[in-house]
């Protein structure tokens, strides 16, 4: 593994600072109950925790956040939170709901608590994870409850659990609440898209169906005000002719300091120099526009520097974004896939890792996912280790063969740690739905033994990741609906998916369960 330089990582916290900064995150917090279920037991126990304790604890381990305690009754709290419903990011409850639910289903993201050895009679949980009453419920009537986005956790204020079972129970809680500070931040984010031609359709090379199919009349229309309404996210779309002009007066002299940058820290260079330096020059042009839409993620189908239609000007933007954007922290992909890439910014902002967008094949009698494409971040950890990469001709260049040739760009290969878990998964807009599976990363080069390289095959940049029911992901696969491409992000996303998912109002789809 590499280290980052200094101007990586002042790079690196600048773009987290830039992605972090505004109001602290508001949360609403009540106390509905005492906390120890004392009743008949002569009072609270001598070890038990108090209200102020746990919001101290609180406070100290949650970094810019604002608990705003209410001390009123349930009834005002409820008139508060429907009455000021913007002046909040979240909702924590604290206790006992004693069959008055409303204040939990205000439409924010919530955390109810309940404190271990009160009775539980009055947490329904099956109501907060459905919004639903049976309709075979005994008894009759009731509220129709619609706007839950509630998740649970639970305390140990008596402290009768042993302390690591404790700490687990707070740091779960911990992490539900940053949970409400991810989606404020998520809902900050604006994407820039640099469009490859005026009328391109969104999303337009990943929904593949058959021939008689094709995008609906008002699509992009319909996908913006979507992804606007379910993300609060805003997408700036800029025209090819702003980045021709933006790359035609980039700095050519900066573009060789931070191609020598790239080449010096990679363990092989086979493309051309000239070409690292017109894709750095390319990255200038994309950050200048960032920078003049006050962008903080960015997307582009863009494939040349010019739009003259000649080999020469052709160029593939994805190792500007993993050697330049992502290393900032500033989540980028090299096409113009709005779900995906809000996916990567909300991995970023849940773990501090980059993804990798990747086209994917399913190989049955290997039981592998082979992931690939032009690009992959070679800071898969999200801190300052970095896996060793090359910087190889673009392997859809017609002159990938000939590096020395004007047009055949840059790719970028690198291998992601064998052994190590890794969540496959992508956010889906107009269906409001996450799907994701899980495997572990395996040495391909130890599976793929005949013929050419592995590197050599297809797209450079590859992970190979082992399941173990292949046939089921395999049956899930539908171009159609869900698009032909995916994200990878190392680690077990799993759990952390599945709570955003409630926040964010999302189904979740779990391709390998």
């Known amino acids: 593994m590499k280290k980052m330089t200094c101007i990586t990582l002042l790079f690196l916290l600048s773009a987290l600072f830039t992605l972090a900064q505004g109001s ?37 381990s949650c970094t810019g956040i604002d608990f705003i305690e209410w001390e009123g009754n349930r009834s005002s709290a409820f008139a508060e939170l429907t009455n000021n419903i913007n ?33 539980m009679d009055a947490q329904p949980y099956h109501l907060f994870a459905s919004g639903k009453i ?3 419920s005994i008894l009759e009537g009731g509220t129709n409850y619609k706007e839950g986005r509630i998740l649970t956790a639970q305390l140990d204020r008596r402290n009768l ?26 809902a900050q984010t604006r994407i820039l898209m640099v469009k490859n031609h005026e009328n391109e359709t969104i999303a337009s090379v990943n929904y593949r169906g058959d021939h008689n199919q094709s995008f609906p009349e008002g699509f992009n229309e319909n996908y913006l005000a979507n992804f606007k309404e379910l993300f609060g996210v805003e997408i700036v779309p800029v025209e090819p002719q702003e980045f021709y002009e933006a790359y035609r007066t980039a700095d050519i002299g900066k573009a060789e300091e931070i191609a020598d ?32 839409y ?12 010019s739009g003259s239609g000649e080999l020469a000007d052709r160029f593939w933007p994805g190792v500007a974004l993993e050697l330049g954007f992502k290393q900032r922290g500033i989540m980028a992909v090299c096409q113009n896939y709005p779900d995906l890439l809000i996916s990567q910014v909300l991995a970023y902002l849940m773990t501090g890792k980059p993804s990798m967008l990747a086209d994917f094949m399913y190989d049955i009698h290997n039981s592998t996912e082979i992931v690939l494409h032009s690009g992959i971040p070679v800071n898969p ?10 910087i190889v001709p673009h392997a859809e260049s017609p002159v990938r063969d ?20 890794v969540t496959l998964w992508e956010v889906h807009s107009l269906l409001k739905r996450i799907r994701l599976h899980t495997g572990e990363i395996v040495d391909g080069h130890a599976i793929y033994t005949g013929g050419e390289d592995l590197d050599d095959v297809m797209c450079t940049a590859k992970i190979i990741v082992r399941h173990d029911d292949i046939k089921k992901i395999q049956r899930e696969f539908q171009p159609y609906l869900y698009g032909i491409h995916l994200n990878a992000t190392l680690g077990d996303l799993r759990e952390q998916l599945k709570d955003a998912a409630v926040f964010l109002g999302l189904e979740v789809v779990e391709t390998d369960r």
């Not at 740091?171 to 940053?178: A, G, R």
């Not at 006050?294 to 520097?305: G, Y």
């Not at 950890?381 to 090359?390: H, K, L, P, Q, T």
Request: proline share 5%; hydrophobic share 35%; with cysteine.
């Open 161 to 186: 659990a042993s302390p690591a079972v404790r700490e687990a129970m707070f740091n779960d809680l911990v992490d539900k609440i940053k949970l409400m500070q991810v989606i404020k931040e998520l």
């Open 402 to 421: 000939i590096p020395e040739e004007a047009g055949s760009s840059t790719g970028l290969t690198a291998e992601w740690p064998a052994g190590e878990p």
């Open 294 to 305: 006050n962008c903080n993620a960015v997307s582009t189908h863009i494939r040349t520097v």
């Open 87 to 119: 002046s909040y990011d979240g909702v924590l409850i604290i206790g006992r709901l004693d069959n008055d639910y409303r204040l939990a289903f205000t439409g924010l993201p919530t955390v109810v608590v309940y404190n271990l050895f009160e009775f």
């Open 134 to 136: 049976p309709g075979e």
């Open 24 to 60: 602290n995150t508001r949360v609403f917090t009540i106390f509905t109950s005492y906390g120890c279920g004392c009743t008949g037991s002569g009072g609270a126990p001598e070890t038990f925790t108090t209200h102020e304790e746990v919001l101290d604890e609180l406070r100290n």
């Open 381 to 390: 950890y999200g801190d300052g280790r970095r896996v060793s990469y090359s």
């Open 261 to 292: 940058e790239w080449v010096r820290n990679a363990r092989e260079v086979t493309a051309s120099l000239p070409e690292i330096i017109k894709t750095a020059r390319a990255y200038i042009a994309l950050d200048e526009l960032r920078e003049k």
